[in-house]
């Protein structure tokens, strides 16, 4: 695939899931989601929700692959605690547009480390009576894992790397590289 050459010899990150690899599993997830959604053919049925700012990336590419009709809304949460390690405080920071109530939400996240952020944002979506919830991730760490937490649909399982690119940050940088990369020794 040609495109800008991110992989610079003087950037702090070496590849670790490529573009096309995304790519493929992104379609995957798609069909995937398709199917199990068919039966929801209703306009306002089925609502896919990001999670600013690192979904944005994944999700404009997952939405490609649903055929059916959604409709898409965003909802934004910071996490207190370091650069690294998520406290589980969390608070929205953007709420949805609209209410979800007897919807069927599937809501689209980067990565679930932890699993603190992702506790906080189901439950609180849970009181607003949707008809029912499903979590997208397109990463996921096991072995951080301090909450319980089901992941629907999963794009991969990483190691205990801090990654970055399509959608995944630090300090607000890298989120536009179009593969994963991680930092090495961080
Ligand atoms: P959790 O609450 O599951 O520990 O953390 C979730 C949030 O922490 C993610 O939505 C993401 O913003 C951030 N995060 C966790 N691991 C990483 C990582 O490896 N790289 C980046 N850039 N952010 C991460």
Redesign the pocket.
Known sequence: MSGPAWNRINEPFSQLISAEEIANRTAELGKQITADYAQFTGNADVVVLG?LK?SILFMSDLVKHIALPVYLDFIAIS?YGDA?T?S?VVQITQDLTRSIEGKHIIVV??????????DYLLKNLATRMPASIKLCSLLH?PE?AEREVKIDYLGFTIPN????GYG???AQQYRNLPFIGFVPNA
Not at 109 to 118: F, L, N, P, R
Not at 161 to 164: A, G, I, L
């Open positions: 999670v690192g996490s690294t998520s589980g996240e980067d990565i679930v480390d932890t699993g603190h952020t992702v760490k951080r790397k801090f990654v970055v995944l940050d630090i």
